[in-house]
């Protein structure tokens, strides 16, 4: 049978409707897969945003607990020291006390009996016999002079006797922390900050000579010791207080980094006879210096 026209075309049309409806389903398919993509890109963009928030949530916590650790770092440094500062007075009270003793048993061993004399002799020497001993005869100046470092050396024995005999007894050994910190100011330049745990009135130069500004005194010396190591100038030294405490403050240059060792080294020596007899050590113990600044009140 012999194809027409009417069915060649009919096998046309059946091809493109059948071509066509797969590819309306094929659109329609896409078109959904698309609408899904957008609906997922739209989420994952709400996701976004919300991670970015929590991010910037998460540093604005990270930078208040920056700040909350050097609060509390500060709080810590200066609660511990005004303890010790405490400790130190309490010490200075107590070597007082053995010093007064000392000095009461010296007083009733030179108001009587031969050692009164001897002292009296010593005195009579030093006032009338020295000034002449020149003018004397040689062998007379030498059996008078061996006469009297005989007569000092039995004095001195007898001090040392007496003074032993008093309690030194002042509660143990006591370590006290001398806290300091450096910071660049500007190029070359370290500001040397340093806290310690005695009153802040001990630099007055009414104050009398006692354990708080012996402790002072060793601080100053470490402090110079330091500059000379590193064959820099004296320091000029600026004394003030802080929350009840002694601060010291000096600008020193060209340190190269070496001023925290160094200082470290320095303070970390024996200790000084007086502050050894007393039994009083000192650590040092450098920190951070924003640690040793008051908290500022921040507000985000």
């Not at 609660?79 to 048993?105: H, Y």
Request: with cysteine; aromatic share 4%; charged share 25%.
């Amino acid at each position: 049978m012999m194809l027409s026209v009417r069915d060649a075309l009919g096998d046309v049309v059946a091809w493109e409707q059948g071509n066509r409806a797969r590819h309306v389903a094929e659109t329609e398919e896409t078109a959904g897969q698309l609408h899904q993509l957008e609906a997922a890109l739209a989420s994952l963009k709400q996701q976004i945003v919300a991670v970015e928030r929590h991010q910037e949530e998460l540093g604005r916590r990270a930078r208040k607990l920056q700040q909350e650790a050097v609060a509390k770092s500060y709080r810590a440094i200066f609660g511990a020291l005004t303890e010790q500062s405490m400790a130190v007075r309490d010490r200075s009270l107590a070597w007082n006390s053995v010093l007064e003793a000392r000095e009461r048993a010296l007083e009733v061993l030179f108001s009587e009996g031969e050692a009164q004399v001897k002292l009296a002799e010593h005195h009579q020497f030093k006032r009338q016999v020295e000034p002449t001993l020149a003018s004397l005869p040689d062998s007379y100046r030498v059996l008078l002079v061996k006469h009297h470092q005989e007569q000092a050396a039995e004095l001195e024995r007898l001090r040392e006797d007496a003074v032993s005999s008093v309690s030194s007894d002042v509660g143990g050994e006591l370590t006290v922390e001398i806290v300091f910190a450096s910071d660049i100011v500007e190029d070359g330049v370290e500001l040397l900050m340093l806290v310690l745990p005695v009153e802040d009135d001990v630099h007055s130069p009414s104050r009398k000579p006692d354990v708080q500004t012996w402790v002072m005194d060793r601080v100053v010396s470490a402090v110079g010791a330091s500059c000379e190591v590193l064959r820099l100038p004296a320091p000029q030294l600026a004394f003030g207080g802080h929350q009840g405490l002694l601060a010291i403050e000096t600008e020193i240059t060209n340190t190269h980094g070496k001023l925290l060792a160094t200082l470290t080294e320095e303070l970390g020596r024996p200790s000084s006879r007086d502050l050894s007899q007393c039994e009083l050590r000192l650590l040092p113990c450098p920190v951070a210096p924003d640690q040793l600044l008051p908290p500022e009140e921040t507000h985000e």
